[in-house]
């Protein structure tokens, strides 16, 4: 039985790209790589180090294949980029860098593109503008009661709601940027919420939502607001490791609350128990208040709470269901937390359940957990 619970659907894999053009051609005649960003560069500090993350999306030639991206500062190369993921000349790349103590010199990133067609390879480079310093993420209580907690697909360059994408229906070419963006990705530093009592997640066999610890635990405010969008009704998933209805647009994240911070900031909750939503779109909430139970709605294959925050330039309103999935995610953290270890990936995965035995405790004030990380507080 699989409880894969990261609510990471990568829908790249579509065929809805569609009437895009190469339009770039470098001085010698080779073809080069069009690029844009969905959202700029932001700092993350996780339990693992300080980075500066970035996605970029990407159109290649017909033909062509994208075979890796350098980063560079000046001469220096940062990091070389080979974990795409692709759809016929799309490619999507998520950019972690070690971010130094000293802060980033002003000037420029140049991501230099290799590019390989009918035998001949050239190279072709986006040059990205960046600040001398970025500001610190901002900080949250957690949304489930202290305890010991699973972060399941917390930031890290391999979690799945990092390469996560939610595809507009075709990519639109931004002329600013000279480049494609073909999505967005709302919850590229979620986190799942998952229980963990005497080092596993559920009793017995887990094959009963009862069985989990975190099933119908509150689930509170992070951080005061008002609630611009709610939904509610939507069953559960009734056997942990399966979904009992088709899953689209109007009901991934299940039972959800959208609340509204006073900067604009949204932060989301989903996948809670029918019926157990208890605030109303327009009314105010304070950090701590229970907004409902946390559950297995939704795009769930075990009970978890999906936690994250978006920003919302533009002060969109939520009027319908999938509103909220095409905004960008925005890093956050935690006053403070004990990371007890970090959990194997297939922690929820392996059959029979295998237990979490902590090492020594590290203690961390003002960052978000890393993926697979275990952490109390």
């Not at 105010?284 to 769930?300: E, F, H, P, Y």
């Not at 004990?338 to 590290?362: C, I, Y």
Request: include cysteine; hydrophobic fraction near 40%.
């Amino acid at each position: 039985m699989t409880y894969r619970i990261a609510l990471g659907i990568c829908l790249l894999i579509t065929g809805l790209f569609l009437g895009c053009q190469d339009h770039l051609i470098n001085p010698d005649g080779t073809p080069n790589v069009s690029a844009a960003l969905p959202s700029l560069p932001v700092k993350v500090t996780n339990t693992s180090g300080e980075w500066l993350v970035y996605d970029l999306h990407l159109h290649t030639p017909p033909g062509s294949t994208l075979q890796k991206i350098d980063v560079l500062q000046g001469d220096k190369v940062l990091v070389t980029y080979t974990d795409f993921s692709v759809k016929d000349d799309f490619y999507l790349a998520h950019i972690w860098l070690p971010y130094p103590k000293i802060g980033w010199n002003p000037g420029v990133l140049t991501n230099r593109f290799q590019l390989a067609q009918s035998g001949t390879v050239s190279v072709s480079t986006f040059r990205l503008t960046i600040d001398h310093q970025y500001p610190d993420q901002r900080r949250v209580g957690f949304p489930v009661p202290s305890g010991i907690w699973f972060a399941e697909d917390a930031p890290a360059t391999s979690s799945l709601h990092t390469k996560a994408l939610f595809l507009l229906p075709q990519p639109v070419f931004d002329p600013v940027q000279n480049g494609y963006i073909l999505g967005n990705n709302p919850q590229r530093y979620a986190i799942d919420f998952a229980k963990v009592v005497d080092g596993l997640p559920y009793k017995n066999k887990g094959d009963k939502n009862e069985d989990w610890y975190c099933y119908n635990q509150p689930v509170m405010a992070a951080e005061g607001g008002t609630v611009v969008f709610a939904a509610d009704g939507i069953a559960d998933n009734v056997t942990p490791g399966k979904i009992d209805y088709p899953i689209d647009y109007t009901n991934l994240t299940g039972n959800v609350v959208y609340i509204e911070h006073s900067d604009g900031t949204l932060a989301m909750y989903a996948h809670m128990i029918p019926n157990s939503v208890l605030v109303k779109v327009g009314q105010q909430v304070t950090a701590g208040q229970q907004l409902g139970r946390l559950g297995n709605s939704g795009n769930s294959l075990a009970p978890h709470l999906h936690f994250h925050v978006v920003a919302n330039p533009g002060r969109k309103k939520l009027v319908n269901y999938a509103d909220g999935l095409f905004l960008e995610g925005l890093p956050y953290s935690f006053p403070e937390f004990k990371k007890l270890g970090t959990a194997p990936d297939n922690f929820l995965t392996r059959q029979p359940v295998s237990v979490f035995m902590p090492t020594t405790p590290e203690l961390f004030t003002n960052v978000i957990p890393s993926k697979s990380d275990i952490i109390e507080f």
